[in-house]
Nanobody, 123 residues
Framework: QVQLVESGGGSVQAGGSVRLSCAAS????????MAWYRQAPGEERERVAE???????TYADSVLGRFTISKDTTERTLYLQMNSLKPEDTGTYYC?????????????????WGQGTQVTVSS
C-alpha cells in the first residue's frame, strides 16, 4: 500500500527556514519522480519542486534559489528545504509521487499524494 506522510510544517517569520519531510512507504522512491506541491487558500495547487528519477530537479520561478528538494532513498524520505521564506510561501504543502519512464527522464501523472502539512509565514 503506497503511503506518503508529510511532516515539518509550522509557523515561521519571514526570512526564516523550514525543512519539510515526506516519509514514503509501499514503494521505492528511487524509482519514481517525486515532487512538492503547495496550495494557498483560494488558489490552485501548484508544483514548487520536482526531483526526477534521473536526479534532475526543477523549481517554480517563485522559489528558485530559495528551496531545495532532495531525497534519502535509504530512509525512503523526500525533503524540501525552504530558506528565506516569504509570506506568499504560506500554504499547505503536499508530497507527491509519479511513475518514471524514459530512463528516468520523464514523469507520468502524479497519482500518489500525502495529506499535506501547513506552512505559515508571517511578516
Amino acid at each position: 500500500q503506497v503511503q506518503l506522510v508529510e511532516s515539518g510544517g509550522g509557523s515561521v517569520q519571514a526570512g526564516g527556514s523550514v525543512r519539510l519531510s515526506c516519509a514514503a512507504s509501499g514503494f521505492a522512491i528511487a524509482n519514481y519522480c517525486m515532487a512538492w506541491y503547495r496550495q494557498a487558500p483560494g488558489e490552485e495547487r501548484e508544483r514548487v519542486a520536482e526531483l526526477k528519477k534521473n536526479e534532475d530537479t526543477t523549481y517554480a520561478d517563485s522559489v528558485l534559489g530559495r528551496f531545495t528538494i532532495s531525497k534519502d532513498t535509504t530512509e525512503r524520505t523526500l525533503y524540501l528545504q525552504m530558506n528565506s521564506l516569504k509570506p506568499e510561501d504560506t500554504g499547505t504543502y503536499y508530497c507527491a509521487a509519479a511513475p518514471a519512464y524514459g530512463l528516468g527522464r520523464f514523469c507520468s501523472a502524479y497519482n500518489y499524494w500525502g495529506q499535506g502539512t501547513q506552512v505559515t509565514v508571517s511578516s
